[in-house]
């Protein structure tokens, strides 16, 4: 089963500086905007979002529908099949995507360390 494509997304407390740190190491802004206190960075395939005063902590982001350079993929599986397969295996969700939806939707769940892990699908359900 396929998550999605995947990134960090950190909760900073200068996206200035944070940006300037990141470019610093070889990273490049692809996305975002920093005027709103978001910027989403990369390095070869590997992502970085930076998320200034969004959310208290760190997050792990898996985006299904999105290939490497959030290009849309043709087959993907969708954010609210992975939810109810998560909820199936008895899995607790700290938030719920709506299942009577096609378009973007999202879920957050917590692993057993207190890590959060978003689900946030940007494209509508496939066909």
């Known amino acids: 089963m396929h998550l999605g494509n995947f990134s960090v997304s950190l909760a900073v407390k200068d996206i200035h500086a944070s940006k300037k740190f990141y470019e610093s190491i070889?990273?490049?802004?692809?996305?975002?905007?920093?005027?709103?206190?978001?910027?989403?960075?990369?390095?070869g395939t590997t992502k970085v979002g930076l998320f200034q005063g969004m959310f208290p902590n760190n997050i792990m982001t898996f985006n299904p529908g999105w290939g490497p350079n959030a290009d849309t993929l043709e087959s993907f599986v969708d954010?609210?099949?992975?939810?109810?397969?998560?909820?199936a295996a008895g899995i607790e969700l700290t938030t719920r995507a709506?299942?009577?939806t096609d378009g973007p939707a999202s879920f957050t769940l917590v692993d057993p360390d207190g890590n959060v892990i978003l689900f946030d699908q940007h494209v509508p359900r496939g066909k």
């Open 26 to 43: 070889g990273f490049t802004a692809v996305g975002g905007d920093i005027a709103q206190n978001w910027l989403v960075l990369q390095n």
């Open 98 to 100: 709506d299942a009577a």
């Open 79 to 87: 954010v609210r099949d992975l939810q109810a397969k998560f909820e």
